[in-house]
T-cell receptor, first 110, second 111 residues
Framework: SQTIHQWPATLVQPVGSPLSLECTVEGTSNPNLYWYRQAAGRGLQLLFYSVGIGQISSEVPQNLSASRPQDRQFILSSKKLLLSDSGFYLC?????????FGPGTRLTVL | GQQLNQSPQSMFIQEGEDVSMNCTSSSIFNTWLWYKQDPGEGPVLLIALYKAGELTSNGRLTAQFGITRKDSFLNISASIPSDVGIYFCAGQESGTYKYIFGTGTRLKVLA
C-alpha cells in the first residue's frame, strides 16, 4: 500500500530564516506530487505541483520554491521566511485520479 | 487562488440527523473528490467521482457528480459524533493536473 510522509511535523522559525520541508511517498512510482498551504480555518491553496523528476509548476509566485530531486521526493524551500508564510503545509500525491494527503507540517514564523 | 463555492460554510446538527452539502463551480470538472479533515491532520479522501450523474456511496456517505459537471453534492446519513470535522470538495479540470478546493463545510454534531 502507498504511504506518504512529511517532516518535520511542526516547525518554529524566525523571520528571514531558510526553510526546507520534505515529503516522500512509498509504494508507488511516478506519482504526481503537490504542495498546498492551509491558513488557519481556511481552505487549501495549491503552491506547486510536479508530474516528474525536475518538473515543477508554480501556482503562487512568492518566496517559496519546490524541487523534486527523486521520483518520490518533493521538497518545499524558502531562502528567507516571511511572517505570512506561517500555516499548515500539506503534501499530496495523485494516482488514478485520486489525491492523497500527508499528515502536514505546522509552520510558525515569528 | 481559484476556489470552489462550497455551502453551507458551517452546520450544527443533532446526532442522528442527515446532512447535505454542495459545491459549485464556473468550470466543468472531470473529477470530483470529497475529503474530511480533522484538526491538525491532513484531509482524508472519502469519495471520488468520475462521471456526470454518478452516485457513489461509502457507508453512510453518498456523493453525486452533477449532470452539468459544475457541481457535486455530499450527503451524510444518521450523523454520529465522529462525523465532526471540516469537509472539502475538490475538482479537477480536463487536461490539467491541478485540483481546485472548496472553501470547506465545518460540521458539528451535538449529542
Amino acid at each position: 500500500s502507498q504511504t506518504i510522509h512529511q517532516w518535520p511535523a511542526t516547525l518554529v522559525q524566525p523571520v528571514g530564516s531558510p526553510l526546507s520541508l520534505e515529503c516522500t511517498v512509498e509504494g508507488t512510482s511516478n506519482p504526481n506530487l503537490y504542495w498546498y498551504r492551509q491558513a488557519a480555518g481556511r481552505g487549501l491553496q495549491l503552491l506547486f505541483y510536479s508530474v516528474g523528476i525536475g518538473q515543477i509548476s508554480s501556482e503562487v509566485p512568492q518566496n517559496l520554491s519546490a524541487s523534486r530531486p527523486q521520483d518520490r521526493q518533493f521538497i518545499l524551500s524558502s531562502k528567507k521566511l516571511l511572517l505570512s508564510d506561517s500555516g499548515f503545509y500539506l503534501c499530496a500525491w495523485e494516482g488514478s485520479l485520486e489525491q492523497y494527503f500527508g499528515p502536514g507540517t505546522r509552520l510558525t514564523v515569528l | 487562488g481559484q476556489q470552489l463555492n462550497q455551502s453551507p460554510q458551517s452546520m450544527f446538527i443533532q446526532e442522528g440527523e442527515d446532512v447535505s452539502m454542495n459545491c459549485t463551480s464556473s468550470s466543468i470538472f472531470n473529477t470530483w473528490l470529497w475529503y474530511k479533515q480533522d484538526p491538525g491532520e491532513g484531509p482524508v479522501l472519502l469519495i471520488a467521482l468520475y462521471k456526470a450523474g454518478e452516485l457513489t456511496s461509502n457507508g453512510r456517505l453518498t456523493a453525486q457528480f452533477g449532470i452539468t459537471r459544475k457541481d457535486s453534492f455530499l450527503n451524510i446519513s444518521a450523523s454520529i459524533p465522529s462525523d465532526v470535522g471540516i469537509y472539502f470538495c475538490a475538482g479537477q479540470e480536463s487536461g490539467t493536473y491541478k485540483y481546485i478546493f472548496g472553501t470547506g463545510t465545518r460540521l458539528k454534531v451535538l449529542a
